[in-house]
Structure formats: structure tokens, C-alpha cells
DNA sequence: AAAATAGTGTCTATGAGACACTATAGT
DNA sequence: ACTATAGTGTCTCATAGACACTATTTT
């Protein structure tokens, strides 16, 4: 960040005590979160039943009023930890949605963020009743963009929220688009995985099959994956190598 | 857009009666346009130089508060036509700033968008005192990031309002990475254009030096070109074609 | 031994870079 | 004719996909 260079000028310390917010418009600011994960081949959302109007009863990603003094990735990682419990977890901006009727009540633009949580990391979460995973139902394929459906566990669509569910789009696109070129495949696995696991999950974010020994040589290639001279234990078959990355963000 | 489903459920009715905005943090919400434009090897952008405090005499990027009633797209392509005159250019929504202090007045978040416009739809504009060009002097290479510095025309550091440094580099870091896969090369020149033009505005955004061959067969068999039977005059060498794009967007 | 997946080696197709060559304008 | 750049043809090299083959575990 750039830093401010004229603090102590009298001239502009005059003229900011003179200053007014109240002139000109203010209107509510929010974070939401699109935290997403993948299991069993498909994308899932961690979503939040409303309790209250509007949209009651429909899902609502966890988000709230950013406040006074907080940055805004402080905004989103706070959310998500008061309404999910999730910490440490990889967080990014999405992109900011204002439209002057997204939200009834007031006008209120929200800054989206799309989290990526390991499968593992929201089974202890599933239980508690707030919370919610669902699958995502996405109709388009590559990164053409626009909103997707929710479908529980019976494998019914859902009512979402607001224009949630073009933000729950928006991430889909980001994250397809992302996965090309920088290693986002592995904040959705533990720290520890085999070749498998990621290029499960990389078929799962992109939705069509990878070529097997190109994807292998592809990740080897990369640098960014060590071999940890573990294996898979109890699976049936040959054990896979376990990897690790190389440059695990700590975030 | 998602719509609204449950519009006249009663109940809402009376909840939305009884919300009360004021009840919830508001602050000023603007938005800050970075225009930019290639020239003779360099990305420009266009500044405005500030009249008032905070940040008096540095250079800002147009921008103003978001109103009431319009969206944020709405929002840039406003006051990008307020402050510089520049209509129906390409215009894209890039990041969302938020730091507590990056306002010294009061909290601000601003969402930046940037334009891309053709240097000659910029010539006009030079003339008047108020908006001015400056070459933008880049430290990092490829999708590095990180704030930019602005020359004047004689080559000279000049001061950047608020965290505007940072908005620009964003801009900068965004429009390489989408260079490779969106034909966004278009938007910085004329409807016709020489295939030497267009590789001249890619080498100028990505900062390196591309293969002529093989940037004439990509850009041919990308199918986004036409040619359009016309040539070149006045040039002092063999002309070349000139070409169009097939999808020119009308934005 | 059978089943299942891990992992290797090799061939081929495709696209980028390099380079030589021809083409066509102004001077 | 000379200069400068446009545009073509071809060779090489790197990488992705395809496929055959071997390796290693559980049952």
C-alpha cells in the first residue's frame, strides 16, 4: 500500500476538521463469502438458512456490514469465522456487487470473497444446523459465467438469497479461470495428497476430464510438489506416492 | 441478475417497514476509474490533478461517490464521462479497496474499474488543463504486482493521491493476465489496425519483446481477425493489411 | 491368481520460435 | 535501385495426448 505523504501540512489539517460525511452519500457496505470445497467429483457451498425477511428461508452465504475500522479481507475473515467457525482458511476478492435492488431493504453493496476449504476441514461443521453444504448445479461449462442452482442432499434445488447466486457463479468462473495458472487445486486438499486426489479435484473445479499422464508430468514439471516418501495406506490397490506442496501457504 | 421470488409475502412488507438503515454502519462508497491507453511503447493513464485537500496538487484518478439510485457500472461509465469526456469505452470492474485509512476524510471504500481507450480517442482530451496523460513507469515484471509510478512528460516522479498507485498497478497486473486469453488488445486501437499495430499494443502491456511469426499465426487462427481488403498508405514501405475485429464490441 | 490403480516409456500431433526467403510500398 | 517492413514456407524444439507396458498393493 501506498502511504500518505503530506500528513502535517496545517493547510490540510484545517480543512479535514472542516469536513463533513454526513454531505454526501452513504450507503451499507457488506462482505460475503462464497466458501467453497469439492467432494465426490462436484463444487459445494457452505450457505446459511435466512431466519429472518428478507428472502427467509432461502440460503444466504455467511457475510455481514463491514465495520468502521476493519479492512475489508479483515471483513471477510471475520464473517466467516463468527458465522461458520472457519479459520485459516485460503480467502480472495471476488468482486463487488451493486445493484441498486439487490437488497430491499436498503441500498447495500457487498464486496464478495470466495474462500477454498479442504473436504475434510467442514465435516465437524455439517452437524451444527446453521450451517449448511450443498451442491452446486452449475448449467454452463468453461468459464461462460452466470448464476448456478443449489441442490441439497436429495438432490433438489434450493432457493437462494439475494443475487447470491450470481456471486456463487462469479466464484465458479474465477476459481476455473484461476486454476490454470497459479496451484489453487491445493487449498482444497489436506497437506499431504496424491497425484489423484489433485487432479480430482482440478476435474472437479473445471468440470471435464484430464488426460492422466499429461496431468502427471504437468504437476512433477511445475516444481511446486514434493515427493514425502509416504504412500496411501489400506486402498485396495498400488499405494500412490503422497505429495506435499512445496510452498504451502501458511495465508 | 437473480430476481427477488417472494416480492409481496405480507409479512415481509411489514418487516421491511420496520428496518431501520440508519441502525447499521454506512460509509461512503466511491468509485475510481483507471483510464488507460498505449503509446509509443508505454501504458499512459489519465489523471486529474487535485484542487482541494486532502492530497492537494497530487494526482488522482477520476472517480466520485457511487449515488443512491445507480449501479456501479453505472457509477464509472458517469463520471468517467463527468470528469474526462470519455464515452462508450471499454470498462471493466477490477478490485475493491477498502483500508480503513486509505481516505484520510472519513471511511471510504472505493471500487476501481478500468478503461481501456485507443490513444487517438485521447487527443482531444489533452488539450484541456484539467485531465492530463502520464506515462506510467512499471518496476515489476510480468504479473508481479505492486504500485506504479507516474512520469510527467519529462520524465519526472510525479505524486499519486490516496492509495491510486495501487489501483493502477492492480489495473496493470489485470490486463496482462487477461491478455493472454480475451482479445482486450482491441480496445486500444482503431476499428482498422495492422497486425504489426496489434502486436505493438501487446508488447507494450506485457513489457517484452513477442515472436513476430508466431504472434501473426495466433492472432490468424484465433479467428477474432478479419481482413479487410484494404492496405496502409503513406508509409514508406511495403503496406501492410488491415484488419478488424470480427466481434468489435459495441460495449 | 485376480483386481485395481500407480507409475514409466515411447510415439505422434500441435504450436511456438527461428530463420530464410519473397513481395511491395516510398524515396 | 535502395530501404524498410509485410507476409510466406519450412525446420526444429517443447509439450500434450494416446497408448502400451510394468509395478505393487489388497482380496
Known amino acids: 500500500m501506498s502511504r500518505r505523504n503530506e500528513a502535517n501540512d496545517p493547510d490540510e489539517q484545517a480543512f479535514l476538521k472542516e469536513y463533513r460525511a454526513e454531505d454526501f452519500p452513504r450507503l451499507s457496505v457488506t462482505v460475503d463469502v462464497a466458501a467453497l470445497s469439492t467432494h465426490d467429483g462436484s463444487l459445494w457451498a457452505l450457505l446459511i438458512k435466512r431466519q429472518n425477511h428478507p428472502f427467509q428461508d432461502s440460503w444466504a452465504l455467511p457475510g455481514g456490514f463491514v465495520q468502521m475500522a476493519e479492512s475489508l479481507d479483515q471483513a471477510a475473515s471475520r464473517l466467516l469465522a463468527e458465522e461458520t467457525g472457519l479459520k485459516d482458511v485460503y480467502l480472495e476478492q471476488l468482486y463487488s456487487f451493486g445493484e441498486p435492488q439487490r437488497d430491499p431493504r436498503t441500498r447495500v453493496i457487498t464486496v464478495a470473497y470466495y474462500a477454498l476449504v479442504a473436504w475434510r476441514q467442514l465435516q465437524h461443521l455439517q452437524s451444527e444446523g446453521q450451517t449448511t453444504l450443498m451442491k452446486l448445479d452449475v448449467e454452463w461449462s468453461g468459464e461462460t459465467g452466470g448464476p448456478i442452482h443449489l441442490l441439497d442432499h436429495e438432490g433438489t434445488r434450493q432457493p437462494i438469497a439475494f443475487d447470491h447466486a450470481d456471486i456463487l457463479g462469479m466464484a ?80
Open 172 to 251: 465458479v468462473k474465477r476459481i476455473r479461470g484461476k486454476l490454470d495458472y497459479v496451484p489453487i487445486g491445493f487449498q482444497l486438499l489436506l497437506p499431504r495428497f496424491t497425484l489423484r486426489q489433485l487432479q480430482e479435484v482440478h476435474e472437479t473445479i473445471l468440470d471435464r476430464p484430464l488426460n492422466k499422464d499429461s496431468f502427471r508430468r504437468r504437476m512433477l514439471a511445475s516444481g511446486l510438489l514434493e515427493a514425502t516418501g509416504e504412500r496411501e495406506e489400506d486402498v485396495g490397490h498400488r499405494p500412490a506416492e503422497l505429495y506435499r506442496f512445496t510452498r504451502y501457504s501458511a495465508i
